[in-house]
């Protein structure tokens, strides 16, 4: 039973128990993330913020271009009303559901954006008229008023936000060393890291700080995939998590030396140091391992403490806890059992967490390569051990009363471990019976088994804000704890991805706990739908998807359906839309727990029918979703034009697109060539500032199957048969700096007929 219990509060490690209050005192010390809203597409917004949130980010920094909001004299845009990127009161409203703090920048120098980000010839006035729309945007976001803006810039505003904590070292996710320099300020416990480049950018058409500019590099692309850099920020996050509270109180120590009492080159180091717990920062900028025994101070026994056997791969930082007070002071949450003696003397792994529940002792490390830690206790422990999954042996020594443990090590990417050792035979005891997710706007579900009746009688179930639980009946069949069965109600604007946590108190203690992750009841996708390219490598889904359509003969389109729910369970799917016939119209589909199904749908258009038409596909059963798509009629053996705002920028893209092949280009960038792409292959063959790039914006329109271009003192005409796409102008053609190329059996052809005219073929 001891060992169920230990399994249950090691799943649970690092979940906070309660609602934390809504933007508490800022520590002396903080890490925040960039997230220019701008150069991220707005569908994207909440799931980049929850990856954010679930990385353990607190805060995200961000400017407001004044240019981008101002897109008429006297007429500003926060609402997304002529781009949703545009929609800065959407974003602090996301803020604040998700429970993220802004660091907001309104009036300084926008990076990377045309002219800071202010307008051509502004004036005081329209400064002043400026500032007044920002104060009425802002005002009531403030953390004054239970809003997300803790940190805002600009006295001028007349809000009373506080400035960041100084100094703000500012580092890119790109650079490689980027996270030692970060425990290297996170090492003096003052200041802000404020990380940036951390998702790959796209600038609105027109926007780049130079024309052609397409793509700000992150180390996070438009898919959502991640780069390795990216773990530093994680593992900086899960630190300050629980240590972050605890930095106000950490003074600078001598730095460790080694054993010998030799400097511990070559390895950087530091020490924290607290009556409640120390820390070592140990770094290692070199390139070889470093491993040694480390001195340093321990304030509890006022004596220097040899760390043994310390070792710091290449280009790793490790936050060694020294002297850490299982009494409360330290970083252990609920430990009022243990006495002011009791505490973690030290440990060769990074330690993010410690907690105590239901007699069990948990720990989770950061671990690079296998480390112990060393604890002192008032008792013996009654065991189990369990390390990273496995029950180990441990030794008690009962004359120093300490008790040696090992570490095993942890998983890349980011090393996590967790370890628990059971301190006491807890006489009472409750937890979560085989709960691993709750599904968003539905009653869940939700099984909690006690030690007693008497215990489960007294219990009470905590939940996070918003969320509602009423008790099921339960006949009582023959188990072997007590049982109370809820049904627990997930708010129906809870973020899918977001997690939440669920608490069984009873007598003013804290008895379980659950971290549960919150999913929709159903996922929708099509699998055809178009990808925007950007040079070889980049994409980006568009919004609503667009699936291409032989009208006619109709195309088989594959659905995939996804059931997020715990159980089997069955959807009627529904397809409908303008001017076209689907077949089946309407089917029932049942779908294990937690897996997806690929159903196939045909679709037809009118038989002369092309261009766009609108869509519905609705999920309807144990929840409900819809998913609005857009199919493009391409009649067999012809060429379609069509526009539409790919990227949700606010400025449409053009198409051409047949069978074979598609073409897209900007109205923007002096109507460059954004995308020549092969559905043979799915392969984009220009580059990623594209063709044809220039600076301003140029007409367009569609010339039956064809587009013409107009701009200053030029017109082109563009034509796409099949797979070949043919250029003329009135004027000799800019360079189009573009080369012959194969890319999986598919050759891009170049001709260059005249000074005015080019043609470009997929064969």
Same mark, same amino acid.
């Given at each position: 039973?001891?060992?169920?219990?230990?399994?249950?509060?090691?799943?649970?490690?690092?979940?906070?128990?309660?609602?934390?209050?809504?933007?508490?005192?800022?520590?002396?010390?903080?890490?925040?993330?960039?997230?220019?809203?701008?150069?991220?597409?707005?569908?994207?917004?909440?799931?980049?913020?929850?990856?954010?949130?679930?990385?353990?980010?607190?805060?995200?920094?961000?400017?407001?271009?004044?240019?981008?909001?101002?897109?008429?004299?006297?007429?500003?845009?926060?609402?997304?009303?002529?781009?949703?990127?545009?929609?800065?009161?959407?974003?602090?409203?996301?803020?604040?559901?998700?429970?993220?703090?802004?660091?907001?920048?309104?009036?300084?120098?926008?990076?990377?954006?045309?002219?800071?980000?202010?307008?051509?010839?502004?004036?005081?006035?329209?400064?002043?008229?400026?500032?007044?729309?920002?104060?009425?945007?802002?005002?009531?976001?403030?953390?004054?008023?239970?809003?997300?803006?803790?940190?805002?810039?600009?006295?001028?505003?007349?809000?009373?936000?506080?400035?960041?904590?100084?100094?703000?070292?500012?580092?890119?996710?790109?650079?490689?060393?980027?996270?030692?320099?970060?425990?290297?300020?996170?090492?003096?416990?003052?200041?802000?890291?404020?990380?940036?480049?951390?998702?790959?950018?796209?600038?609105?058409?027109?926007?780049?700080?130079?024309?052609?500019?397409?793509?700000?590099?992150?180390?996070?692309?438009?898919?959502?995939?991640?780069?390795?850099?990216?773990?530093?920020?994680?593992?900086?996050?899960?630190?300050?998590?629980?240590?972050?509270?605890?930095?106000?109180?950490?003074?600078?120590?001598?730095?460790?030396?080694?054993?010998?009492?030799?400097?511990?080159?070559?390895?950087?180091?530091?020490?924290?140091?607290?009556?409640?717990?120390?820390?070592?920062?140990?770094?290692?900028?070199?390139?070889?391992?470093?491993?040694?025994?480390?001195?340093?101070?321990?304030?509890?026994?006022?004596?220097?403490?040899?760390?043994?056997?310390?070792?710091?791969?290449?280009?790793?930082?490790?936050?060694?806890?020294?002297?850490?007070?299982?009494?409360?002071?330290?970083?252990?949450?609920?430990?009022?059992?243990?006495?002011?003696?009791?505490?973690?003397?030290?440990?060769?792994?990074?330690?993010?967490?410690?907690?105590?529940?239901?007699?069990? #002792?948990?720990? @989770?490390?950061?671990?690079?390569?296998? %480390?112990? +830690?060393? =604890? $002192? &206790?008032? !008792?013996?422990?009654?065991?189990?051990?369990?390390?990273?999954?496995?029950?180990?042996?441990?030794?008690?020594?009962?004359?120093?009363?300490?008790?040696?443990?090992?570490?095993?090590?942890?998983?890349?990417?980011?090393?996590?471990?967790?370890?628990?050792?059971?301190?006491?035979?807890?006489?009472?005891?409750?937890?979560?019976?085989?709960?691993?997710?709750?599904?968003?706007?539905?009653?869940?579900?939700?099984?909690?088994?006690?030690?007693?009746?008497?215990?489960?009688?007294?219990?009470?179930?905590?939940?996070?804000?918003?969320?509602?639980?009423?008790?099921?009946?339960?006949?009582?069949?023959?188990?072997?704890?007590?049982?109370?069965?809820?049904?627990?109600?997930?708010?129906?604007?809870?973020?899918?991805?977001?997690?939440?946590? #669920?608490?069984? @108190?009873?007598?003013?203690?804290?008895? %379980?706990? +659950?971290? =549960? $992750? &919150?999913? !929709?009841?159903?996922?929708?996708?099509?699998?055809?739908?178009?990808?925007?390219?950007?040079?070889?490598?980049?994409?980006?889904?568009?919004?609503?998807?667009?699936?291409?359509?032989?009208?006619?003969?109709?195309?088989?389109?594959?659905?995939?359906?996804?059931?997020?729910?715990?159980?089997?369970?069955?959807?009627?799917?529904?397809?409908?839309?303008?001017?076209?016939?689907?077949?089946?119209?309407?089917?029932?589909?049942?779908?294990?727990?937690?897996?997806?199904?690929?159903?196939?749908?045909?679709?037809?258009?009118?038989?002369?029918?092309?261009?766009?038409?609108?869509?519905?596909?609705?999920?309807?059963?144990?929840?409900?979703?819809?998913?609005?798509?857009?199919?493009?009629?391409?009649?067999?053996?012809?060429?379609?034009?069509?526009?539409?705002?790919?990227?949700?920028?606010?400025?449409?893209?053009?198409?051409?697109?047949?069978?074979?092949?598609?073409?897209?280009?900007?109205?923007?960038?002096?109507?460059?060539?954004?995308?020549?792409?092969?559905?043979?292959?799915?392969?984009?063959?220009?580059?990623?500032?594209?063709?044809?790039?220039?600076?301003?914006?140029?007409?367009?329109?569609?010339?039956?199957?064809?587009?013409?271009?107009?701009?200053?003192?030029?017109?082109?005409?563009?034509?796409?048969?099949?797979?070949?796409?043919?250029?003329?102008?009135?004027?000799?053609?800019?360079?189009?700096?573009?080369?012959?190329?194969?890319?999986?059996?598919?050759?891009?052809?170049?001709?260059?007929?005249?000074?005015?005219?080019?043609?470009?073929?997929?064969?």
């Amino acid at each position: 039973m001891r060992r169920l219990f230990l399994a249950a509060v090691l799943a649970a490690l690092g979940a906070p128990f309660s609602t934390p209050a809504r933007n508490p005192p800022a520590p002396p010390c903080a890490l925040a993330v960039e997230f220019p809203y701008y150069l991220c597409p707005r569908a994207h917004w909440e799931r980049e913020l929850v990856w954010l949130k679930n990385a353990g980010v607190r805060m995200v920094e961000f400017p407001v271009p004044w240019n981008w909001h101002e897109v008429a004299a006297g007429d500003y845009d926060f609402a997304g009303r002529t781009s949703p990127r545009r929609d800065l009161a959407g974003l602090l409203r996301l803020l604040h559901r998700l429970g993220l703090e802004a660091w907001v920048r309104p009036l300084g120098t926008v990076p990377d954006w045309p002219r800071g980000g202010a307008p051509v010839n502004a004036s005081a006035a329209a400064r002043r008229e400026w500032i007044k729309r920002l104060r009425e945007l802002l005002e009531l976001q403030m953390a004054a008023h239970s809003g997300p803006i803790v940190f805002l810039e600009g006295a001028e505003l007349g809000l009373g936000g506080a400035a960041p904590p100084a100094p703000v070292t500012t580092l890119s996710a790109m650079d490689p060393n980027a996270f030692t320099r970060s425990r290297a300020a996170l090492a003096t416990a003052r200041g802000v890291v404020l990380w940036r480049d951390v998702e790959e950018g796209l600038y609105p058409a027109g926007w780049g700080p130079e024309p052609g500019a397409v793509l700000r590099p992150g180390a996070v692309n438009l898919e959502g995939s991640e780069t390795p850099a990216v773990r530093g920020i994680e593992r900086d996050a899960a630190l300050l998590r629980n240590w972050a509270p605890l930095l106000a109180q950490l003074d600078p120590a001598a730095p460790p030396r080694l054993a010998t009492g030799k400097p511990a080159d070559p390895l950087a180091a530091a020490q924290l140091s607290s009556p409640g717990a120390s820390a070592v920062i140990a770094t290692n900028p070199g390139l070889d391992a470093f491993h040694d025994d480390l001195r340093a101070w321990d304030p509890a026994g006022k004596h220097a403490l040899t760390i043994p056997r310390v070792t710091v791969p290449p280009g790793e930082s490790l936050w060694l806890p020294v002297s850490v007070s299982l009494a409360g002071s330290g970083l252990c949450r609920e430990c009022s059992n243990f006495s002011p003696n009791a505490r973690i003397v030290y440990a060769t792994a990074e330690l993010l967490a410690v907690e105590y529940e239901n007699g069990i #002792l948990a720990m @989770e490390f950061a671990a690079p390569v296998a %480390g112990q +830690a060393l =604890l $002192q &206790l008032d !008792r013996e422990p009654v065991g189990p051990y369990l390390a990273g999954g496995n029950e180990v042996d441990f030794d008690w020594d009962e004359k120093t009363q300490r008790v040696p443990l090992t570490i095993p090590a942890g998983r890349a990417p980011d090393y996590r471990v967790r370890v628990g050792l059971a301190i006491e035979a807890p006489e009472t005891a409750a937890f979560f019976d085989d709960l691993h997710r709750l599904v968003i706007g539905q009653a869940n579900p939700v099984a909690t088994s006690y030690t007693s009746p008497e215990l489960a009688s007294r219990s009470r179930l905590r939940l996070p804000d918003g969320y509602q639980a009423t008790r099921e009946p339960h006949p009582g069949a023959a188990t072997e704890l007590p049982e109370i069965h809820y049904r627990v109600t997930v708010p129906a604007d809870a973020a899918h991805g977001d997690f939440a946590s #669920l608490g069984l @108190e009873a007598d003013g203690l804290l008895l %379980g706990r +659950a971290r =549960l $992750q &919150l999913f !929709r009841p159903v996922s929708l996708r099509a699998a055809q739908a178009v990808d925007l390219h950007f040079g070889p490598n980049g994409r980006l889904e568009t919004d609503p998807p667009v699936v291409p359509v032989e009208p006619r003969a109709g195309t088989d389109l594959d659905i995939v359906v996804r059931n997020n729910w715990p159980a089997i369970q069955t959807f009627r799917l529904t397809a409908a839309g303008d001017r076209l016939e689907f077949l089946p119209a309407s089917t029932e589909i049942s779908i294990g727990a937690t897996a997806e199904r690929h159903i196939s749908l045909r679709v037809f258009g009118e038989a002369d029918g092309a261009g766009l038409r609108e869509w519905r596909l609705a999920a309807a059963g144990a929840g409900t979703a819809e998913l609005t798509l857009r199919a493009l009629l391409i009649p067999r053996g012809r060429t379609v034009a069509w526009t539409a705002d790919l990227d949700s920028d606010g400025s449409p893209e053009w198409i051409l697109e047949s069978q074979k092949a598609r073409a897209i280009f900007s109205s923007a960038d002096g109507g460059r060539w954004m995308e020549f792409s092969s559905k043979d292959n799915d392969e984009n063959f220009l580059p990623l500032a594209g063709a044809f790039a220039g600076a301003g914006a140029v007409e367009v329109k569609i010339d039956g199957d064809g587009l013409e271009f107009t701009g200053k003192g030029w017109r082109r005409r563009v034509r796409l048969t099949g797979t070949r796409l043919e250029i003329e102008q009135n004027t000799p053609l800019p360079a189009d700096r573009l080369t012959a190329l194969k890319r999986s059996n598919v050759t891009l052809v170049i001709e260059h007929p005249s000074p005015t005219s080019a043609s470009y073929t997929l064969q």
